[in-house]
Structure formats: structure tokens, C-alpha cells
């Protein structure tokens, strides 16, 4: 996971932050190490500053993993905070 986190961290440390959470809220270790992954491929597809704030967004509502995250994204919840 020290992979993981570093690449989050280079991304931004919030995103980094989200991750650690999520691999908390996992049950499972693989579960939660597929959900980083696919985490940090959501900034391919959304950008960097959209999933920083995502990450944001979903902690302060506790939504913790993969599916969550995206949910935001592809629903531009992140867009009714941006300023």
C-alpha cells in the first residue's frame, strides 16, 4: 500500500488522506487495495482538480471507496462546490 499512498500523495495529500480512509473502511485487504487502485485512475478520466475535491465532498458526507467516489464524479456533485 506504501505504492498507493505515494502515488495519492503526488497526486494531492487529500487524495492520499481519502485513500487511507477507504482502506480503513474496507472489510476485506484486497478490496481495499483494488479500491485505491481504482481510485487513482479516476484522475485519468476527471482530472486533478475535480477528484481533489471529490475526495473532499465524499468525506465530509463518509462515503468511502470506488463506486462512491465515481458516483460523484460522473454525477458532477464536485460541480455544485466549485467556486
Not at 18 to 37: F, W
Not at 61 to 71: H, I, P
Request: negative net charge.
Amino acid at each position: 500500500m506504501d505504492d498507493v499512498y505515494r502515488k495519492a500523495r503526488e497526486i494531492d495529500p487529500v487524495v492520499e488522506e481519502y485513500i487511507k480512509l477507504v482502506t480503513v473502511a474496507q472489510k476485506y485487504p484486497a478490496q481495499a487495495v483494488r479500491s485505491a487502485d481504482g481510485i487513482l485512475s479516476l484522475v485519468e478520466c476527471f482530472g486533478h482538480d475535480r477528484m481533489v475535491l471529490a475526495c473532499q465532498i465524499a468525506m465530509e458526507l463518509c462515503l468511502f471507496g470506488f463506486n462512491e467516489l465515481e458516483s460523484l464524479l460522473v454525477n458532477r456533485e464536485d460541480e455544485k462546490y466549485h467556486v
